[in-house]
């Protein structure tokens, strides 16, 4: 969730004037093959620290409200400039409108709107009508979230993976509005979250992760319900990745799950990659050997019994791919965790 902006289109790296020739055959190479390139742009932009916003090191989680984004309103506030930072930034737009623009791309946004901004993203506001906004943040390598059950909810897979990775004015288009009730119930999580940090109280740290968790599923379940007839690209994508995280044992191959997210092939390979790095059924693999991993600490299965609960027909296959993923063999991996 914090990675930088991908670009796996060839074009972009065409428009790049720094490159020569050789330098882009070689990125010609590497793209065709289906790898994905990260660049850091240069930019004039500001740098927001997490550490100045979150309430401790140990808990890398911070809210910060602007009633009048017109004027810094807290130290370290960038609202209205150009910047990127080190950590996510979940955006609720509590009242009047203005233009966001994200990496060079304007998007209009109005009261209710929530939305995600990844870390290294360059964004600031261009344009604002009496905008109040909340941002909370946190950073979500360094806290122990529950992506395991987080990813089976498709609109944390919109909001949080797809729609940040995949952002474009059409897309965006697909993004959370809440309504004034709802709005009114995720500031008000958004309060006690804040509270908490501000007291730090005795447990302060699991208190505020437990609020964080609240609000992240709120949303999520919210996008579920809002665009429950939506079938556009994005939210067909978000149902397919909860698909795989719960029905993971399934038999699927890429052109089942193409039919399931309602495109083709080729396509569902290109979108699904540059979301999540892998390709469908690598995802899927992945999937299988986490939860392989979890049960070899249950010694009365023998390693076969894991793979076939796991998905996989051919044991000495599981052994293969869970090498390749952990860096020992599935009965190494027993024996350190009884180590």
């Known amino acids: 969730m914090t990675i930088p902006c991908?670009?796996?289109?060839?074009?972009k790296f065409r428009n790049l004037k720094n490159l020569s020739p050789f330098k882009l055959l070689c990125l010609e190479k590497i793209i065709k093959k289906g790898y994905y390139i990260t660049i850091m742009k240069p930019s004039m932009s500001l740098m927001a620290a997490g550490s100045n916003y979150f309430?401790?090191?140990e808990c890398p989680i911070g809210v910060r409200t602007v009633r009048d984004a017109s004027q810094p309103r807290?130290?370290?506030?960038?609202?209205t400039r150009m910047h990127q930072h080190d950590f996510s930034e979940l955006v609720f737009i509590g009242g009047g409108s203005g233009i966001q623009v994200i990496n060079d791309v304007e998007y209009p946004v109005v009261a209710g709107d929530v939305f995600l901004i990844q870390g290294y993203c360059e964004h600031g506001f261009k344009s604002m009508e009496q905008l109040s906004l909340t941002n909370v943040m946190f950073d979500p390598g360094r806290l122990p979230l529950p992506l395991k059950f987080l990813r089976k909810l498709p609109g944390f897979n919109v909001i949080f993976r797809l729609e940040p990775t995949l952002r474009s004015r059409?897309?965006?288009?697909n993004r959370l509005h809440l309504p004034k009730r709802e709005l009114a119930a995720a500031e008000s999580m958004v309060q006690r979250l804040a509270g908490e940090l501000t007291a730090q109280s005795d447990g302060f740290e699991a208190a505020a992760l437990g609020i964080l968790?609240?609000?992240?599923?709120?949303?999520?379940r919210h996008y579920a319900s809002q665009h429950a007839d939506n079938r556009a690209a994005l939210v067909r994508m978000g149902e397919l990745i909860s698909r795989l995280e719960r029905d993971y044992i399934q038999d699927w191959n890429l052109a089942r799950l193409a039919r399931l997210a309602g495109t083709s092939p080729n396509n569902l390979l290109r979108l699904f990659k540059a979301a999540t790095g892998d390709s469908p059924i690598d995802y899927l693999i992945k999937l299988r050997l986490r939860h392989g991993a979890f049960l070899l600490a249950d010694r009365?299965?023998?390693?076969?019994?894991v793979a076939e609960l796991c998905g996989f027909r051919d044991s000495n296959y599981f052994s293969k791919k869970?090498?390749?993923?952990?860096?020992?063999s599935p009965r190494e991996y027993r024996r350190r965790l009884e180590g």
């Open 6 to 11: 991908r670009f796996s289109v060839l074009e």
């Open 55 to 57: 309430a401790s090191p």
């Open 74 to 79: 807290h130290e370290h506030d960038y609202t």
């Open 170 to 173: 059409r897309n965006f288009k």
């Open 213 to 220: 968790l609240e609000l992240v599923t709120f949303v999520s």
């Open 300 to 305: 009365t299965r023998s390693v076969s019994e």
């Open 322 to 328: 869970f090498r390749v993923l952990y860096g020992v």
